[in-house]
């Protein structure tokens, strides 16, 4: 049977991962066998998020794209909302680039603002609602067959991806081979190694120079992850611990509760847009500086 339930146990719950790997043993999802999975161990839950939001982003966009070009069709809310995430995204790139040609960035910085936004968003569906249904399922799937499935609200399942840190420090360091990529095709290897060892203070420090830019270097990738990490990570930490006003408080308590996360929630909107907002902008950002060639 399931142990009791507490405050504790509650929170823990909702910030563990379900991982998969593979043990000594074989293959488990058993969460308490993390330490023995090692490197290869998968957060099923942030893949299958992160995977299925990508996958329905480039479904509605295709499909409302190849709409607009059936000129007796008026366009319908998402292909407006379509058209003015578009329209956005290329404003901003064109802001940044100027007359710099490149057809990958627009693409991209659409493809990482619409896929962050769709992935926060998930931080406000109710905390219990998607763990306490996949739990369901996968006990009616496997019932009392799989030691680590002891009941129906047993199953750890995190719905947003952006908590977890491997999503998005592997999103930032995909950016930043990007960065280096077109650091060095754009530039010349010469003048890429020329901007980590020559500044700030020219040939004679040398030493210094490439420790100084590559400390500063490294910091782009990893902030930009870590921010976008801890901002919802927080975000759903303030839920989770409103959902316990809810359920482990007398009424009075819980009504209070109700109604921080109706203002909650409203103000998380904003946090969840501006954050998919900044992570798309410091892309184009970081990029736009891997095509600069003038020299400092």
């Known amino acids: 049977m399931a142990s009791e339930l507490t405050t504790q146990s509650y929170i823990t719950h909702h910030l563990t991962n379900l991982t ?22 998968f957060h099923v839950d942030s893949l299958f998020w992160s995977i299925g939001l990508g996958a329905l982003f480039v479904f509605v966009f295709r499909k409302a794209i190849s709409k607009n070009f059936d000129a007796n069709l008026a366009p319908n809310g998402i292909q407006n909302f379509v058209e003015m995430s578009i329209e956005f995204v290329e404003d901003n790139v064109q802001s940044l680039f100027g007359s710099v040609k490149n057809t990958l960035i627009a693409p991209l910085a659409l493809t990482v603002f619409i896929w962050i936004l769709l992935m926060n968003l998930m931080d406000l569906v109710p905390v219990d609602f998607l763990p306490v249904l996949a739990g369901h399922v996968a006990y009616a799937i496997a019932g009392d067959t799989v030691e680590w499935i002891q009941g129906p609200e047993s199953l750890y399942f995190k719905v947003v991806p952006t908590t977890d840190p491997n999503i998005t420090l592997g999103m930032a360091f995909g950016i930043f081979i990007l960065t280096i990529y077109y650091s060095i095709t754009v530039k010349g290897l010469k003048a890429f190694i020329a901007e980590l060892t020559l ?96 020299e400092h």
Request: hydrophobic share 60%.
């Open 20 to 41: 998969c790997g593979k043990t000594p043993s074989g293959w488990t999802c058993d969460p308490y066998k993390v330490d023995q999975m090692g490197f290869w161990a």
């Open 199 to 294: 500044h700030p203070f020219g040939k004679y420090m040398i030493p210094i120079n490439f420790v100084l830019e590559m400390v500063n270097f490294i910091a782009k990738p990893i902030s930009l992850g870590l921010r976008l990490f801890g901002n919802l990570y927080a975000g759903e930490m303030i839920f989770i611990l409103i959902a316990l006003m809810l359920f482990f408080s007398s009424i009075p308590i819980g009504v209070l509760g109700f109604g921080l996360h109706l203002v909650w929630a409203l103000f998380h909107i904003l946090i969840v847009a501006l954050q998919a907002f900044i992570f798309m902008a410091l892309t184009i950002a970081y990029l736009a500086m891997a095509h600069e060639t003038e």
